[in-house]
């Protein structure tokens, strides 16, 4: 049997479906750990095409497990996510988000929906592998703790933990019929930051009765920047940035607490944990300088997404093999966060992307914004190259 020939004739084939599939995904998205509805239909999916599967992981991850005929006992993972965005759709498609607010503006229908597609192709194809695939089909990528910190709680590897895992994410700076591949850390750890400063509020023309809790407030952030330009080994990413400040006075009120949100980002965990301690200490110590208090709340996200350097390796050669040498780029690291990071802190993984952008670049819109899309063939692509990198690890017996 020719693998790449029969992988890219059943891409063909599953095609129309599989679009039909993501295209009921982004009209009915559901926000992080509330996929109920998303995770049924992904089940009558499943169940419809002999695959046997455990629901109700993590409240609405799924297992799904495809077994080989072949001699062999490695055990493969591959992973997709399910939850979608707080953000109104602009597009004016046939398959428009119908939930308001909602929208699946990062890719997460296209993933499942890819899945289920490479899944098709497995248990059509399970008589030429040996060995056991593993397919996940998480929640809550896009909100703390992360459905995958959840559902490894669960025990989702015990008592069978595989070998390698595998999960691809669309890129739509990439064209479609692409895919992009780095060993090593890819994508950054994210920390959540929230500080509280408390002070003696009042009129705001009668400063020395007051403790300024607005310039105190003014001053971590400014000071905070330090951290970065003056703690941070240069070559260490490292980004920290606050994006919500709420001070509720008025033209002549000092409030007397102020709130501060932000974000770490790093892609080195001993840095990381060092920069926390940073934060921690620069704000108490300018808010108790300007007679204020600093409450800080940091809560722990997602760690540093690294690839395994011997298994993306051997991946990029089965991408080479199934899409030819040119359609497989290299990628720069992103300081963005996946927490696909939990499941390649304890098995080796690779983390690759998608191409989604159409010829013309007509859907070169960036991840997270309302009138993201993708060029609905980089489904066939997704599908066929998971499927075929999947077979191809599980006949190598390394």
């Known amino acids: 049997m020719d693998l790449k020939k029969t992988i890219q004739n059943l891409s063909v084939e599953l095609h129309p479906e599989i679009i039909r599939l993501r295209r009921h995904l982004h009209m009915n998205p559901e926000l992080s750990f509330m996929e109920t509805g998303t995770s049924a239909f992904i089940c009558d999916s499943l169940n419809s095409a002999g695959i046997s599967f455990k629901a109700g992981i993590a409240k609405t991850g799924i297992l799904a497990t495809i077994k080989g005929n072949q001699a062999g006992n490695k055990v493969i993972a591959l992973r997709a996510d399910m939850d979608a965005l707080p953000i109104e759709e602009s597009n004016n498609t046939s398959y428009k988000s119908r939930n308001q607010g909602i929208m699946h503006a990062c890719g997460h229908d296209a993933h499942s929906a890819s899945l289920i597609g490479t899944a098709i192709i497995l248990e059509k194809l399970k008589g030429s592998f040996g060995g056991i695939v593993m397919l996940i089909f998480q929640p809550g990528e896009e909100k703390a703790p992360g459905g995958a910190s959840l559902m490894l709680k669960e025990g989702i590897f015990e008592p069978v933990k595989p070998d390698l895992i595998l999960a691809q994410h669309v890129l739509p700076s990439l064209k479609c019929g692409m895919a992009g591949f780095a060993p090593g850390a890819i994508m950054a750890s994210s920390d959540e930051i929230y500080l509280t400063i408390r002070g003696k509020g009042g009129h705001a023309a009668i400063p020395d009765r007051v403790n300024d809790t607005v310039l105190a407030a003014s001053q971590i952030i400014v000071s905070l920047q330090q951290i970065v330009s003056r703690n941070a080994n240069p070559f260490y990413p490292t980004v920290l940035s606050f994006g919500k400040v709420i001070a509720n006075g008025a033209v002549n009120v000092i409030p007397s607490e102020v709130r501060i949100e932000g974000t770490l980002r790093t892609m080195d965990e001993k840095w990381r944990k060092k920069a926390i301690e940073k934060i921690t200490h620069i704000a108490r110590s300018v808010a108790s300088g300007m007679n204020t208090t600093c409450d800080i709340n940091i809560m722990g996200g997602y760690p540093v997404l690294k690839n395994d350097p011997e298994v993306t390796t051997r991946s990029i050669g089965y991408a080479s093999e199934f899409l030819g040498k040119d359609k497989v780029s290299s990628l720069d690291p992103r300081m963005t966060a996946e927490d696909f990071a939990f499941f390649a802190d304890i098995v080796p993984a690779t983390f690759y992307r998608l ?44």
């Open 355 to 398: 191409g989604t952008a159409d010829p013309e670049n007509k859907l070169a819109c960036d991840l997270h914004t309302p009138d993201f899309d993708i060029d609905e063939s980089a489904l066939k692509t997704g599908m066929g190259l998971m499927a075929y990198m999947t077979i191809r690890h599980l006949q190598n017996q390394y």
